[in-house]
């Protein structure tokens, strides 16, 4: 079954071009040129991927987003947002958001397209070898794509949860971000724009009982981070 795209976007020009483009590519896309089409799609249909704008005519995609985010339906929706605004603080705060990617207009097509497969290929369940990894009250499964702490999940985006599980796979060794983002085969992530420590920061959010003296996830100054080995009891170790 072909994967459903949600286009919200007002340009109408725009989106008939892409939607024909990734129609032609095997998705199956719908289009909606407004923050309240958007909803209204959102309550008639599924999909498995919104591609939204930054700029409407009845909202801004920030607030959609936070929206989203705050809605128990929507939480894990992904997202992926659009902008003709392509300042580092507009793709952190999108980032920060909940957006599991960012593309600056004006963008190629073949370029969108590979990032929706990239985001798509990122949702599907990870079954190679040990399914659940745990650290003291941390656990962290693969095949469900869910962080629990004291069994309870945690509110982590799909793009947060692959980047925790790449620190965690590697515990004890220090990661780079350049090595973080070639883990990540093909995330959109950028070193200079800092989202390698949005996203940390709000993993830590979740993960950590006191995110500003972190235990998990620890910082190396001027070298990377490093998932600690031993947590909780045995958290001097790392």
Not at 114 to 129: F, N, Q, S, Y
Not at 147 to 156: E, Q, S
Not at 179 to 198: N, T, W, Y
Request: charged residues 30%.
């Amino acid at each position: 079954m072909s994967a459903r795209l949600l286009l919200i976007d007002d340009d109408a020009r725009l989106t008939g071009m892409v939607g024909d483009y990734l129609r032609s590519a095997g998705f199956e896309v719908s289009t909606a040129g407004s923050l309240a089409q958007a909803r209204e799609a959102l309550a008639h249909g599924r999909f498995e991927l919104l591609v939204l704008d930054l700029m409407l005519p009845d909202g801004d995609g920030l607030d959609f987003c936070r929206w989203l985010r705050g809605d128990p339906r929507w939480r894990h929706q992904p997202v992926l947002m659009l902008s003709a605004r392509g300042e580092p603080m507009d793709r952190i705060l999108g980032l920060e958001l909940g957006a599991d990617d960012y593309l600056a207009k004006p963008f190629e097509p073949r370029e969108l397209q590979a990032r929706i497969k990239a985001l798509l290929r990122r949702l599907e369940p990870k079954l190679d070898g040990d399914e659940v990894l745990r650290f003291g009250r941390l656990e962290i499964d693969l095949a469900a794509r869910v962080a629990r702490l004291d069994g309870k999940i945690c509110d982590l985006t799909s793009h947060q949860f692959d980047l925790l599980v790449v620190l965690a796979q590697s515990p004890g060794r220090v990661l780079s971000r350049d090595q973080i983002m070639d883990a990540l085969k093909g995330h959109p992530l950028e070193a200079f724009d800092r989202s390698i420590d949005v996203h940390i920061s709000r993993i830590r959010a979740v993960i950590e009982d006191d995110p500003k003296n972190p235990r998990r996830v620890l910082t190396v100054r001027g070298a990377g981070y490093v998932f600690a080995r031993k947590q909780d009891a045995d958290a001097d170790a790392a």
